[in-house]
């Protein structure tokens, strides 16, 4: 007599993490969590305007967060730890929430659906240049190796030597426009997967998300700017 064995029971993490829901959860946390770092990063690189040594010091700062109770630097590298999981679990999410939604749907369908904004059209593929775009901006700023005049210790330096280049400029300026659309889109879907868009806060909470994607990549691109029309040397 032959027993068959019963399939062995996932944990309920890896259940959760095989729903469809489960992903759009990871995708919201993560989502909100990058979007934290994203504004306060943004805060940083504003203080540009106060001159070298105001941003200097800024960036010195951000190597001594928690001494003494941790050493020099040991801060910054969790930061980076827990910003690069949330990132590839945000990806990870994203592509096989995807792919699931290909092999539900692999025909096109027949009869034209609504069409979509165009932050909604390009949310996979400008998600997937931003993904790009974060490597370029690592080894520009904190390796050095795409900056061609990079000195270490010196992000002022390092900022007005490489946005007076105007294809550097471009490079930015582009991925700022997509991440101004993945914030659009993706702040409404996180409300909604997170249960905070209920239908009397809908308006609201695009208005806001609206908002955020704005005053982001506008935030952002006034450094550039800056220093590419002479008003930051």
Same mark, same amino acid.
């Given at each position: 007599?032959?027993?068959?064995?019963? /399939? *062995?029971?996932?944990? $309920?993490?890896?259940?959760?993490?095989?729903?469809?829901?489960?992903? &759009?959860?990871?995708?919201?946390?993560?989502?909100?969590?990058?979007?934290?770092?994203?504004?306060?990063?943004?805060?940083?690189?504003? &203080?540009?305007?106060?001159?070298?040594?105001?941003?200097?010091?800024?960036?010195?700062?951000? +190597?001594?967060?928690?001494? /003494?109770?941790? +050493? +020099?630097?040991?801060?910054?590298?969790?930061?980076?730890? %827990?910003?690069?999981?949330?990132?590839?679990?945000? %990806?990870? =999410? $994203?592509?096989?929430?995807? +792919?699931?939604?290909?092999?539900?749907?692999?025909? @096109?369908?027949?009869?034209?659906? /609504?069409?979509?904004?165009? =932050?909604? @059209?390009?949310? @996979?593929?400008?998600? =997937?240049?931003?993904?790009?775009?974060?490597?370029?901006?690592?080894?520009?700023?904190?390796?050095?190796?795409?900056?061609?005049?990079? %000195?270490?210790?010196? *992000?002022?330096?390092?900022?007005?030597?490489?946005? @007076?280049?105007?294809?550097?400029?471009?490079?930015?300026?582009?991925?700022?426009?997509?991440?101004?659309?993945?914030?659009?889109?993706?702040?409404?879907?996180?409300?909604?997967?997170?249960?905070?868009?209920?239908?009397?806060?809908?308006? =609201?909470? &695009?208005?806001?998300?609206?908002?955020?994607?704005?005053?982001?990549?506008?935030?952002? $691109?006034?450094? *550039?700017?800056?220093?590419?029309?002479?008003? %930051?040397?």
């Amino acid at each position: 007599m032959v027993t068959e064995l019963a /399939p *062995p029971r996932r944990s $309920a993490v890896r259940r959760f993490w095989a729903s469809t829901i489960g992903k &759009k959860a990871v995708m919201a946390v993560t989502g909100v969590l990058l979007l934290a770092f994203v504004l306060a990063h943004m805060v940083g690189n504003l &203080k540009t305007f106060l001159g070298a040594a105001e941003l200097n010091h800024y960036a010195g700062w951000l +190597r001594t967060i928690g001494e /003494p109770v941790l +050493r +020099r630097e040991w801060f910054l590298w969790l930061q980076r730890a %827990v910003l690069l999981v949330a990132l590839v679990l945000h %990806v990870t =999410a $994203a592509v096989q929430l995807a +792919r699931r939604d290909l092999r539900a749907r692999p025909v @096109r369908y027949v009869h034209r659906r /609504p069409r979509a904004s165009f =932050a909604v @059209r390009t949310m @996979r593929w400008g998600g =997937a240049t931003l993904a790009v775009f974060v490597v370029w901006h690592i080894l520009d700023f904190t390796v050095g190796t795409v900056n061609r005049d990079f %000195v270490a210790g010196d *992000p002022y330096h390092n900022l007005v030597a490489d946005f @007076r280049v105007w294809w550097v400029n471009v490079i930015y300026l582009v991925a700022l426009a997509m991440l101004g659309l993945h914030i659009h889109h993706g702040f409404t879907s996180a409300a909604r997967t997170l249960g905070v868009a209920r239908p009397r806060r809908e308006r =609201a909470i &695009k208005i806001l998300g609206s908002t955020t994607a704005v005053a982001v990549a506008g935030g952002y $691109a006034l450094v *550039p700017v800056a220093i590419m029309t002479g008003l %930051v040397h």
